[in-house]
């Protein structure tokens, strides 16, 4: 069966993790201080690495600039303190605009033309 609706050129896989990140690091600033930070990093680590393979997919590979960071100081596994709590609160801003853009801009071709079908009896 056909669908007389457009199927779209590009899908955005990578905009439903990067909304999510965004959110988790913003909830996250009022946990910086406490114990339960570790939560937020294991989040926005494992988010950051979701969205790396689909930049790797997409070809974007520009992004992993800017993801391969955050996993890595967002890590919970061997954590990196800095010096102050105040950087802290502008990286997660800056990690929430990278997680953002990369979701809106990062895209993958859509190799599922339903329509393709329909398109060819006209």
Do not use: C
Not at 13 to 21: D, R, S, W
Not at 70 to 97: D, E, H, K, M, R
Not at 103 to 120: M, P
């Amino acid at each position: 069966m056909t669908s007389r609706y457009p199927t779209p050129a590009f899908r955005r896989t990578a905009l439903a993790p990067g909304i999510l990140a965004a959110i988790v690091l913003l909830a996250g600033l009022a946990l910086i201080d406490g114990d339960t930070f570790i939560i937020i990093r294991y989040a926005v680590s494992i988010l950051a690495l979701i969205i790396a393979v689909f930049a790797w997919q997409a070809k974007h590979w520009w992004w992993l600039v800017g993801l391969v960071p955050i996993a890595v100081l967002w890590n919970p596994i061997v954590p990196i303190t800095l010096s102050s709590g105040q950087w802290w609160v502008a990286l997660q801003y800056v990690a929430a605009i990278v997680f953002i853009a990369a979701g809106i801009l990062i895209k993958v071709r859509n190799i599922e033309d339903k329509n393709q079908r329909f398109n060819s009896r006209r």
